[in-house]
Nanobody, 121 residues
């Protein structure tokens, strides 16, 4: 079974740091872009950061300068280092990856189950 499994969420005080990790497992032929999204209570899911297979990155304005996304292509993992956390960063964070299961298949979007990040003031 192909899946993304996140870890690293938790409770942290404002100004603190957390590192989220996500590992893709199962029979995967290739992974294109990977990323992190978040959904706060009562709000829509939004982009936090993405990273292409070649390493180019894209950040939401709210994450720029505080968060760093990285990936290990050999291990099929993506991480999000979050520094200077604010209460408004409180949300469920979801890992996302565009995966190809077979050589001739199209890429499909895969989502993790989500990990809760709570930042107290």
């Amino acid at each position: 079974q192909v899946q993304l499994v996140e870890s690293g969420g938790g409770l942290v005080q404002a100004g603190g740091s957390l590192r989220l990790s996500c590992a893709a497992s199962g029979s995967i032929f290739a992974i294109n872009a990977m990323g992190w999204y978040r959904q706060a209570p009562g709000k829509q899911r939004e982009l936090v950061a993405t990273i292409a297979s070649g390493g180019s990155t894209n950040y939401a304005d709210s994450a720029q300068g505080r968060f760093t996304i990285s990936r290990d292509n050999a291990k099929n993992t993506v991480s999000l280092q979050m520094n200077s956390l604010k209460p408004e960063d409180t949300a469920v964070y979801y890992c996302n990856a565009a995966v190809k299961l077979l050589p001739l298949a199209n890429y499909q979007q895969l989502w993790g189950q989500g990990t809760l990040v709570t930042v107290s003031s």
